[in-house]
């Protein structure tokens, strides 16, 4: 009887849910310069 070994299953979700979609969201959509924006008068102090 062969155990079930659930590591391989779970690097495999990892990779289709997280490092995948990584490239299809662009850094210039309207809320990251947004974001950048509110964050600049912090940094500026």
Same mark, same amino acid.
């Given at each position: 009887?062969?155990?079930?070994?659930?590591?391989p299953?779970?690097?495999? %979700?990892?990779? %289709?849910?997280y490092?995948?979609?990584?490239?299809?969201?662009?850094?210039?959509?309207?809320?990251?310069?947004?974001? %950048?924006?509110?964050?600049?008068?912090?940094f500026?102090?």
């Amino acid at each position: 009887m062969t155990r079930f070994k659930p590591l391989p299953l779970l690097l495999l %979700a990892f990779v %289709a849910f997280y490092l995948l979609p990584l490239g299809l969201h662009g850094l210039w959509i309207p809320d990251e310069t947004r974001y %950048a924006q509110i964050s600049q008068p912090e940094f500026n102090t």
